[in-house]
């Protein structure tokens, strides 16, 4: 078994048509490849730079969007890449009819990372929250959405009630 039929069964050709329209096609932009310049953000200010790349598709008959996240990029993975430096990740996105939000649940199995957050539009930013385990909000951004182009930022809420920056992408699509 190679898992070719089960890659060909989680794929769709497009959203759902009860998803393919307005806000309930939040994520649709999205979809494709798309190369990364990464920024990480230390915790004494010093900036981790890396590429990276991001795939996203809809799956499960376009009820659903999936991305691949992969920093480093695939072409300069190496052996031994520490666990702190490695996204080998997945997110599920699923379009909740009853709230009018998208559930989001990422997965990074090279650390164990797993988190929960809904998403919504915010003026035209698309915005995902959540908690992690201290009880500190935070918050995923997709922002300067364009055919060719977004930008991603993860923040944590500081003390003070605003956001601190600890990751920044920069992505362009491939061609």
């Known amino acids: 078994m190679n898992g070719h039929e089960m890659l060909a069964a989680l794929g769709a050709r497009g959203p759902h048509h009860e ?26 200010g010093a900036r981790r730079v890396a590429n990276g790349e991001w795939h996203f598709g809809w799956v499960l008959e376009g009820r659903a969007m999936q991305d691949v996240l992969m920093v480093p990029s695939r072409g300069e993975r190496r052996n031994g890449t520490p666990a702190k430096n490695n996204r080998c990740a997945t997110t599920l996105r699923i379009f909740d ?6 559930r989001v649940h990422f997965f990074n199995p090279v650390n164990q990372a797993q988190e929960a957050f809904t ?14 385990a201290n009880g500190a909000m935070l918050r995923e951004v997709f922002s300067d959405i364009a055919q060719d182009f977004f930008i991603w930022r993860r923040e944590v ?11 920044e992408y920069f992505a362009k699509r491939r061609v």
């Open 19 to 44: 998803i393919a329209a307005g806000a309930n096609a939040l994520f649709a932009p999205l979809a494709g490849s798309w190369d990364l310049e990464v920024f990480d953000l230390e915790g004494d």
């Open 119 to 132: 998403a919504k539009y915010e003026g035209k930013d698309i915005v995902q929250t959540s908690t992690d």
């Open 157 to 167: 809420a500081d003390y003070f009630g605003g956001w601190k920056l600890k990751s």
């Open 97 to 102: 009819p009853a709230s009018g939000l998208w």
